[in-house]
């Protein structure tokens, strides 16, 4: 009886996108594979290997830092978190960068718009101490906010968006998802005291999002971003904007009227 042979290692086929804001195509890889690699670690072999000048964003490894979003297969994901053995034997994986920013290089994207977005963002502004110089919370309210305060900026809820995603000229006047649930981590928080509904309504475009849940389904911390953030941003703006009642009782107290700012331009359908 002949001793048993080691086992060839098998290859794993990955096309990755390559190029710039100028263009750009798929470009098929094969690299050996090793057991419980992950899509990243198939990205770094290509570069160790083959194309030492392939461009790719990532830090931890871990799915905290929120650097390594790409489309794996059309889907977006994070590529830390993708596992191969989620593929099928012999498929090619095709992984391109999110189509919702501007390419820079192969598998990066500019989302500056995301940091500028955030600097339109108001700051915490807590209330006054109690007497006793401290500040209490309820743990219900603290539980609320404290899913928001998970995400990890890996903008894949931007990516999914349609509003934003489709439409470029839709940016100025929609903020996206991720803004959704930093505005509902601040405007929910029962300790702060700026008020930011009219921000939300006029400026960030809440009234423009549709509600599909594309940007839930794909947060990889598992954030009800519609559900928890979105709806109930959307009933305060409703009511404060446009409920009969609440109107009435601010005119009765005296209270400014707040139809007076104008929409801003609505996105494209």
């Known amino acids: 009886m002949t001793a048993e042979t080691p086992a060839a290692a098998t290859n794993i086929r990955m096309k990755v996108w390559r190029g710039d804001d100028t263009g750009g195509a798929f470009v098929e890889f094969a690299v050996p594979s090793d057991p419980g690699m992950v899509v990243l670690d198939v990205v770094h072999r290509i570069q160790a290997t083959q194309a030492p000048d392939l461009a790719v964003r990532w830090n931890c490894k871990a799915g905290k830092c929120g650097s390594c979003s790409a489309e794996i297969n059309g889907h977006p994901k994070l590529m830390c978190m993708t596992r191969m053995n989620e593929f099928a034997p012999g498929e090619v994986i095709a992984v391109s960068p999110v189509k919702t920013f501007p390419v820079i290089k192969d598998l990066v994207t500019d989302v500056s718009f995301n940091y500028e977005k955030a600097k339109t963002v108001p700051a915490f502004k807590p209330k006054p101490k109690e007497a006793d110089g401290t500040r209490r919370m309820y743990q219900e309210d603290v539980d609320r906010v404290q899913e928001f305060h998970k995400c990890i900026e890996c ?14 000229e839709n940016k100025p006047s929609f903020s996206g998802p991720r803004f959704f649930v930093r505005l509902a981590g601040l405007e ?3 300790l702060d005291t700026n008020d930011r509904l009219e921000l939300i309504r006029a400026k960030h475009g809440l009234g423009f999002c549709n509600i599909t849940k594309c940007c839930t389904e794909v947060c990889p911390e598992d954030i009800h971003i519609t559900d928890n953030a979105i709806i109930p941003l959307k009933e305060r ?7 009969p009642i609440a109107w009435a009782l601010r005119r009765m107290r005296g209270k400014k009227d707040e139809f007076a700012p104008p929409e801003p331009e609505p996105p494209s359908a």
């Open 155 to 168: 903008f894949l809820c931007q990516d999914v968006c349609h509003v934003i995603r489709d439409h470029e």
């Open 237 to 243: 703006v409703v009511t404060r904007n446009y409920d």
């Open 188 to 190: 929910m928080h029962p």
